[in-house]
């Protein structure tokens, strides 16, 4: 599902005489289906760099990077954004939404962008948002107001909300109460059991140790370190 060979990366610093940051070199990783990968390694090691290449925001210097049979290493933009459509999700740690657009439209938008009939996408959007603990007074207001901790779970029910063979999860249970981290945990668990391969970042290690199956150290794709 995620199938990653020789991978390098390289920044190059416009601003700052065009200075070359070698940041990772070598890199090969596998998630299979229903698999849960934790990418581990210290602060600055490449574990967003590594997520946002999977993601294709991030160009890779060579090597590559087949995420449901596509290399978006050298894929067309249209092919990512098709492959983020239905292939691939990604909850990122911060909701980025559009002002004045309903929490409930902001967590459908991904079903009905797949064509998904509209009241269905609606009933969808609001279970997810109910058991993620969303008042139904906020679900038609928009989520530009919320706290972090329901800002996040509204990114979350987002993520959730088509079942994409392939996740990407930077910190899902960063800043959640204990009943809502719950939650969180139960979704990554059943996605893994309909067959997801999910790759993620996990500072909560009771969490790691709940729904990973498997740890990768990113420290191992620094430049010099692989064999
Ligand atoms: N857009 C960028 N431009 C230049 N350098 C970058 C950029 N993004 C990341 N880097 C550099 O790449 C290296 C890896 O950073 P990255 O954010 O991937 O680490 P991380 O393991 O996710 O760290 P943390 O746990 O602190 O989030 C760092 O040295 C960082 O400075």
């Not at 940041?23 to 849960?36: D, H, I, S």
């Not at 590594?50 to 933009?77: C, E, F, K, W």
């Not at 997810?128 to 906020?138: D, Q, S, T, V």
């Amino acid at each position: 599902m995620i199938r990653i060979e020789n991978l390098s990366k390289t920044f190059t610093l416009h601003n700052q005489a065009g200075a070359v940051l070698r940041v990772m070199e070598g890199a090969n990783l596998t998630v299979e289906a229903g698999e849960c990968v934790g990418l581990t390694g210290q602060s600055g090691a490449g574990k967003s760099t590594l997520m946002r290449m999977i993601h294709g925001n991030y160009l890779a210097a060579s090597g590559s990077i087949r995420v449901a049979g596509l290399d978006v290493v050298t894929a067309q933009p249209r092919q990512i954004i098709a492959l983020r459509r239905d292939r691939l999700g990604y909850v990122s740690q911060f909701l980025r939404v559009v002002p004045r657009v309903p929490t409930i439209e902001v967590v459908a938008e991904p079903l009905r962008r797949l064509g998904t009939p509209e009241a269905e996408a609606r009933t969808r959007a609001a279970a997810l948002l109910a058991r993620l603990n969303i008042p139904e007074r906020l679900w038609g207001l928009s989520p530009t107001t919320f706290s972090g901790g329901e800002q996040q779970r509204v990114n979350i029910a987002r993520g959730f909300a088509h079942p994409f063979p392939v996740l990407l999860l930077d910190e899902p249970t960063a800043s959640l109460d204990a009943a809502n981290r719950e939650v969180v945990l139960s979704l990554i668990e059943e996605a893994k059991a309909r067959g997801a391969a999910i790759l993620g970042i996990f500072h909560d290690e009771a969490a790691r140790v709940r729904v990973c199956d498997r740890l990768v150290d990113v420290t191992g794709f620094t430049p010099g370190a692989a064999a």
